[in-house]
C-alpha cells in the first residue's frame, strides 16, 4: 500500500515542487494551503500524470484550531500519515526599529508559532501510530542573526530548527524520526523580487533535492549540499562582518 505525506504551504513553491517529487515516486498526497485553486490544480495534474491519490484541503496556518482539524481530517481520509512536512512559511520581513512590527511580527509567528501548532498536531497524530516522519523545514538563515530584512525571518527559522531538536530529543527512544532540513538560497515566488544570490538554484532543482534529502529521513539535511554543509559550518564561527556579506 502507498504510503502518505501531507505537505503544508503546498500551493506554490517549494511546496508544490516537493509535491511533485514525492508524486513521481508514488506517494499518495494530503496537500494544504490557503489558496484552494492552487492546490485544485495541483490536485488535478499529479492524479493524472501519476494515478496516486491526492486530498486537497484549504488551510491558514495561522489559525491554530484549524491546523488540529485539517490534520486530523487527513488521518482520517487516509487511515495513516506516514510523513508530515512543516514547510508552510513566510520569507517577509523589514529592518527592525523601522516602524514595521506588524510586519516582522507576522513572519515569527507565521513561521514560529504556527509550525509549533503544526508539529503538536503532527506528533500528537504519530504518537498514536506508534510511527511516522516529522519534517521541518528550517533555512540557512537559521546559522546566525542576520542583518536587514532577514533579522525576524533567521530567528524564526534558528527557532523553529530549535523545536524540532527538542521533538527529536524527546522522541528520540520511538520509532518516530524527526529531521530538520536546511535550505540554501533556492529562487521560488516567495522571494522571486530579491537580487540573485550567490549558489542560488532554481526551484526544481531545489525541489528535487530536498525531497532526496528527506527520503532518507536524516537528522539534519543543508540543501544542496554543495556549498551549504561547508557553509553552515563557517557561518557558525566567521565574524559577523563576514556573514553580513552573505545576506
Not at 487527513?74 to 500519515?81: E, P, S, T, V, Y
Not at 524540532?164 to 538560497?185: C, H, M, N, Q, W
Not at 530579491?194 to 536524516?218: C, Q, R, W
Request: aromatic share 8%; net charge positive; proline share 4%.
Amino acid at each position: 500500500m502507498a504510503k502518505t505525506i501531507l505537505i503544508t504551504g503546498a500551493s506554490s513553491g517549494l511546496g508544490a515542487g516537493m509535491a511533485r517529487e514525492f508524486a513521481q515516486k508514488g506517494y499518495n498526497l494530503a496537500i494544504c494551503a490557503r489558496r484552494m485553486e492552487r492546490l485544485e490544480a495541483l490536485k488535478q495534474e499529479l492524479e493524472s500524470q501519476y494515478g496516486i491519490q491526492v486530498i486537497a484541503k484549504t488551510l491558514d496556518v495561522t489559525n491554530y484550531d484549524q491546523v488540529f482539524e485539517v490534520f486530523k481530517a487527513f488521518q482520517h481520509d487516509f487511515g495513516k500519515l506516514d510523513r508530515i512536512i512543516v514547510n508552510a512559511g513566510v520569507g517577509q520581513g523589514r529592518r527592525i526599529g523601522k516602524g514595521n512590527f506588524e510586519i516582522n511580527r507576522a513572519t515569527a509567528e507565521t513561521n514560529f508559532i504556527s509550525a509549533l501548532a503544526q508539529c503538536e498536531a503532527a506528533v500528537e497524530i504519530f504518537r498514536a501510530q506508534n510511527s511516522g516522519h516529522l519534517v521541518v523545514i528550517s533555512s540557512m538563515s537559521a546559522m546566525r542573526g542576520l542583518p536587514k530584512h532577514l533579522s525576524t525571518y533567521a530567528a524564526s527559522k534558528a527557532a523553529v530548527a530549535h523545536l524540532a531538536e527538542g521533538i527529536r530529543a524527546e522522541l528520540i527512544d520511538t520509532p518516530i524520526k524527526v529531521s530538520t532540513i536546511f535550505p540554501g538560497y533556492i529562487r521560488t515566488e516567495l522571494n522571486e523580487g530579491a537580487k540573485k544570490l550567490p549558489f542560488e538554484v532554481d526551484e526544481k532543482t531545489g525541489s528535487h533535492l530536498l525531497a532526496e534529502a528527506i527520503e532518507k529521513a536524516p537528522v539534519k539535511a543543508y540543501v544542496p549540499k554543495w556549498p551549504w554543509l561547508p557553509m553552515g559550518i563557517a557561518m557558525k564561527i566567521l565574524p559577523l562582518k563576514l556573514v553580513n556579506k552573505l545576506s
